[in-house]
């Protein structure tokens, strides 16, 4: 009689995908009463070539077919326009460069679709997202936890929920291993058992950045300069750029004169800084080069986790996704600014990317770097 009452209905947003798909099976066998949702985000192109939404769409269906769940698609590329991409864009048009999918979790997946679940009357969300909630019994706060595979946490992502959300929010494959969820997708005979993971941003997926960009933003071409002031050459416009870019700078055989730091013929050029105000893009040799390092920095626009900002303290920081966990400080934090001090300089930290802190496998929060 007992375990009848952690029994909930449950809506899971079903997104084509193996992960999303185990996490539906997962909390099925669990018995919740679980349904399926597909979130369409985006339909400016839907009949292009790197559009996938259709085919996502078809396999969702077969997922919930399989599982023995209903599916329901609702579209939310009206909210995703509003919310994420507009944002976006600006962001780039500043020559910034923003994290679209953690502005797509705080507002659409956590916000909008957990809006509509609860009006479904479902008590819980879940999605199929490498991370882990807890709730802390000594603060009775709840927790947002790294997922259990090192090479899959998806907690950087979504360090902007709060505890209204995380309340709501299961994460079954958290527990697990890639591998393990795969096995699991094929033990069960998913039809998208061996699916490709889906890479690149949310809306934009595997389609040619630039040629994307082209269609929202102007091109404003420039001088590009090397750290003497030297002009190389040109660049097609600043938001076409990213810090630590190495590709597409087209200045591949220029050697810088009497180039010192190893810097030779074939020593690569990156991207170091961009100056709006002269549409100059700076561009130095070698990976090492110490305008591609940084000591510190500080962020705005953040978010707690615990609603709160944590303690001065000795923690660990993330400035881009795909990075290890680098020791840093945490100084001078508020609820909407915070500083970080690294003894170990950071390369390539970069304006509109996220920072985010994590006190062991805790992930505490974050901020948008300035």
């Excluded at 259990?148 to 209204?164: C, I, T, V």
């Excluded at 009497?258 to 074939?266: K, L, P, V």
Aim: hydrophobic fraction near 40%.
């Amino acid at each position: 009689m007992g375990t009848e009452i952690s029994k909930q209905k449950v809506v899971v947003g079903l997104s084509g995908g193996v992960d999303s798909a185990v996490t539906a099976w997962l909390l099925k066998q669990q018995g919740h009463e679980v349904i399926g949702i597909f979130m369409k985000n985006w339909e400016d192109d839907d009949d292009s070539a790197y559009c996938s939404s259709n085919i996502d769409f078809v396999d969702a269906a077969a997922v919930a077919d399989v599982i023995g769940i209903e599916l329901e698609h609702v579209n939310f590329a009206a909210d995703y326009k509003d919310r994420v991409f507009a944002e976006f864009l600006r962001e780039y048009q500043a020559g910034r460069t923003p994290n679209p999918d953690i502005l797509c979790n705080a507002e659409i997946k956590f916000k909008a679709f957990l809006d509509h679940a609860l009006r479904l009357g479902a008590e819980k969300i879940a999605t199929g997202h490498y991370a882990r909630v807890r709730l802390n019994d000594i603060t009775a706060k709840h927790e947002l936890l790294k997922g259990l595979d090192p090479s899959k946490d998806q907690s950087y992502f979504l360090h902007r929920l709060n505890q209204a959300q995380l309340s709501k929010t299961l994460f079954p494959i958290g527990e697990l291993h890639k591998t393990e969820v795969r096995r699991i997708a094929a033990e069960i005979g998913l039809p998208n058992a061996k699916k490709k993971d889906s890479t690149g941003i949310c809306f934009i997926g595997e389609r040619p950045f630039r040629e994307f960009l082209n269609r929202y933003i102007a091109k404003e071409p420039g001088p590009m300069k090397d750290e003497k002031g030297r002009v190389l050459g040109q660049h097609v416009g600043l938001s076409f750029y990213t810090l630590g870019q190495r590709q597409g700078l087209g200045i591949g055989g220029i050697k810088a004169k009497g180039a010192q730091r190893g810097g030779g013929e074939h020593t690569p050029w990156f991207v170091a800084r961009k100056d709006m105000v002269t549409n100059t893009l700076w561009v130095v040799q070698g990976h090492d080069h110490p305008w591609l390092q940084s000591h510190a920095l500080q962020a705005q626009d953040v978010s707690w986790v615990a609603g709160v900002a944590p303690v001065p303290a000795e923690l660990a920081a993330k400035t881009r996704y795909r990075q290890a966990d680098a020791p840093c400080t945490l100084q001078a934090a508020t609820a909407s600014t915070f500083g970080l001090q690294f003894p170990q300089a950071q390369w390539a930290v970069t304006p509109g990317q996220s920072a985010v802190l994590y006190d062991g496998e805790v992930c505490l929060g974050g901020g948008v770097i300035v």
